[in-house]
């Protein structure tokens, strides 16, 4: 069996849990290899102290959950069958009753904890996912192997889309030739909406690109991440075309700075909490305090939002082995907006960069 389902069986054994009923994709995957993404349709993992563990899916995705390697039961169901019957049969022949059960709270359904909770009346539930949380917050070498890939991809990405630009072009335009781009390297999957912003609309934190056409002077915010094996990069990097004014060239080297620091603070042993006002303090002392609206950054994997979340409230501790973002931003309406994101892996010593597209101010000539 593999260590992460030993590790999570640990907890359970510490916790009196009896069965862990996991039902996201992402944790699913963690823990089986298996990936698939079933819609409205139920997919599980169910998990016992001792006892074997097994996969719930679609019976037309049954091969491809064998094919990723998953050699233990898989209840396959049809559309027309009622699954729930078929899992509690499975769960009986494990063990003898359910006391305590696992499950992700903040994902499953009403609808599913009602049929578990009609299975099992005199179950507690309760929540699977701070340890799941904690056991995805630390990456093996083969995960940071992974995203390294992912990473050296998204610079790629931001360096065509800097190429691109071109007085009259539309943000649509640049956004399209730049995925199109990473089509042609094989990659099937972005991490999230990319983002091309100019001008403006690069002071929306979330903007949505669209036809608004790149002039001189602007500054054009580039926000993408790029899926491999299932593995999120995630990078922001402004970058200016033609001359732009002092104040947005103030903008640019505060924000740079404030990122700068944060990363140097990213070190086993120091908060989280720590590492965002590390740069918030800068942001706010150069009086643009009110203008960083969000967190510091977040964890990064499976999904491209990840536990922890770097605020400034957050007294987690920095451990050696998490991979997450630093991305602070001002967004001045009407201004500038420039945010400068990185994705960094914690070692011993502090900060390994695996993002590595120049953040020195770029300007587009």
């Known amino acids: 069996m593999n ?25 699913v995957f963690y823990l089986s290899g298996y990936y698939t993404d079933p819609h409205e349709r139920l997919l599980a993992l169910v998990v016992f102290q001792e006892e074997e563990p097994f996969l719930v899916c679609p019976s037309m995705e049954v091969p491809d959950a064998k094919r990723s390697g998953w050699d233990r039961e898989i209840i396959g169901y049809s559309d027309i069958d009622h699954p729930w019957d078929m899992i509690l049969g499975s769960i009986n022949k494990r063990i003898n009753g359910v006391h305590k059960a696992a499950i992700e709270k903040e994902h499953m359904n009403v609808e599913r904890y009602e049929q578990l909770s009609a299975m099992f009346p005199k179950a507690a539930f309760i929540s ?86 790149i002039k001189k002077g602007d500054l054009v915010l580039f926000d993408l991440g790029v899926v491999v094996d299932r593995y999120c990069s995630d990078i922001t990097r402004t970058v200016a075309y033609g001359d732009i004014n002092d104040k947005q060239k103030e903008i640019y080297d505060t924000v740079l700075k404030a990122q700068l620091a944060a990363i140097e603070a990213s070190k086993p042993g120091v908060s989280a909490a720590d590492v965002d006002l590390t740069a918030r303090r800068i942001i706010s002392d150069a009086g643009y305090g009110e203008f960083f609206p969000h967190r510091l950054g977040h964890g990064l994997g499976i999904s491209v939002h990840e536990y922890p979340s770097l605020t400034e409230t957050n ?51």
């Open 128 to 213: 699977a996912e701070e340890k799941l949380r904690l056991l995805r917050m630390i990456k093996d070498m083969n995960e940071l192997k992974i995203i390294e890939e992912a990473c050296a991809l998204a610079d790629y990405a931001v360096e065509f889309g800097a190429s691109e630009i071109k007085e009259g072009k539309t943000e649509l335009e640049v956004l399209n030739a730049l995925e199109y781009a990473l089509k042609q390297k094989g990659v099937t999957e972005m991490s999230f909406s990319t983002m091309v912003l100019t001008g403006a609309n690069a002071a929306s934190p979330h903007g949505t690109p669209g036809e608004t056409k």
């Open 315 to 365: 007294q987690l501790m920095i451990e050696e082995g998490m991979i997450y973002t630093i991305e602070p931003g001002i967004y001045v309406p009407e201004i500038a907006g420039v945010r400068i994101e990185d994705d960094i892996f914690i070692t011993a010593d502090g900060a390994k960069i695996l993002t590595k597209f120049p953040k020195e101010l770029q300007i587009i000539k």
């Open 3 to 27: 260590q992460r389902l030993i590790k999570l069986q640990t907890w359970m054994k510490e916790n009196d849990v009896d069965v862990s009923f996991l039902t996201s994709s992402e944790n």
